[in-house]
């Protein structure tokens, strides 16, 4: 789905190169995600700059499109949302542009530089970081009886909690939790997973419910099929489920335990023209500064990858709710996490993805 969003008023650009597009094309994931960077970020950009943006909610697919685009020698995206493990393999095909953070993103309010501020989530010479984020599970409170499900492991206990559950259709975080639910310590999941006998592993251990799943695809698609009652539980990203939880006041709960922390955030496609290229780095120096990231937290539960936006969250925009308890870095939530391993996803993604698509097809 694509919408445009046209510009409220012509103003200055924040930067003003000789020559500047006047649209450009914004892809991300859609559903709350996209209305929060809509709010926080396209709305003021294009009220203060005139562009035309055009969003189109295709990030899950973007590796394989992008390759798409760069063999038929024509890019039509301008600024792309990814996860970190996606950005990583895209700046290694060279289908990404490399950024300078000290100077071509916005310096913290007291002359921190960006490199600095953004730290370690600086993962890829390519990758700007927006928020931190967890994929981890919901479940429906009036329908897991008397004891509600503290731990992961409850996703495989089809006989304490009977019904379907919804499962992203793909392999990442799928195989881990299968690996960790089927007795592998967390500290050797990527150890056992590099092996051809560790993904047989995880993939039997997800057999035993594979006949209760529903398979997602869309970030979205969870929360509903949670708030129609045609799953009992089910993984999305951690900000999808506090909006059904708390703006649709579903009867939907949260399971952080073994919650995958992540990365999100843009990248600028290799190959645009001069003028398309000064946009979209005009765009990311707004988009990617102290005050845009905390006002994203405003309206969605992930927290800001800029260590001087952290104190700059509040209350949520509708809402009036302390956000900070929401976020998946709060101590409470994060008591016992599981950290993507970005490197092994880039090396492995493809190979694991033929052997779990396979795997799904029989």
Avoid at 157 to 172: N, V
Avoid at 181 to 207: M, R, S
Avoid at 259 to 285: C, H
Wanted: aromatic residues 10%.
């Amino acid at each position: 789905m694509k919408t445009k969003l046209t510009a409220l008023a012509v103003t200055t650009a924040l930067v003003a190169p000789a020559a500047i597009a006047e649209e450009m094309t914004i892809v991300s994931w859609g559903g709350a995600y996209s209305k929060s960077q809509l709010r926080a970020y396209h709305e003021p950009y294009s009220e203060k700059t005139g562009v035309t943006i055009i969003n189109d909610d295709s990030s899950a697919e973007a590796v394989a499109k992008l390759r798409a685009m760069d063999e038929a020698g024509n890019v039509t995206w301008d600024v792309v949302d990814v996860v970190a493990a996606d950005a990583i393999r895209l700046c290694d095909e060279g289908l990404a542009m490399e950024i300078d953070p000290d100077t071509q993103l916005a310096a913290a309010p007291d002359g921190t530089s960006a490199s600095e501020d953004f730290g370690d989530l600086l993962v890829s010479e390519c990758f700007i970081p927006q928020i931190v984020y967890s994929t981890t599970f919901g479940y429906r409170t009036d329908l897991v009886g008397d004891t509600a499900p503290t731990e992961i492991c409850a996703v495989f206990d089809t006989a304490t909690y009977p019904g379907k559950r919804s499962l992203e259709k793909r392999p990442i975080n799928n195989m881990e939790w299968a690996l960790l639910c089927d007795g592998v310590a967390k500290e050797d999941v990527y150890d056992v997973l590099a092996t051809p006998e560790g993904q047989d592993q995880a993939l039997a251990k997800l057999d035993t419910i594979k006949d209760d799943v529903i398979w997602w695809s869309a970030g979205a698609d969870t929360p509903q099929l949670l708030a129609d009652g045609e799953v009992i539980m089910g993984s999305t990203y951690n900000g999808r489920l506090f909006s059904v939880i708390e703006e649709q006041k579903q009867p939907v709960a949260m399971l952080w335990d073994a919650q995958v922390f992540d990365l999100d955030g843009w990248i600028i496609p290799a190959g645009l023209s001069d003028e398309r290229k000064a946009r979209a780095l005009d765009y990311i120096m707004f988009a990617t500064d102290t005050q845009r990231l905390a006002d994203q937290a405003k309206y969605i539960s992930y927290g800001p990858a800029r260590a001087s936006s952290a104190p700059l969250v509040g209350k949520h925009a509708d809402l009036g709710i302390d956000m900070a308890p929401h976020m998946p870095t709060d101590p409470e939530n994060a008591k016992n996490t599981f950290l993507y391993n970005y490197e092994f996803w880039a090396d492995y993604r493809d190979d694991i993805d033929a052997k779990f698509q396979a795997w799904l097809a029989k």
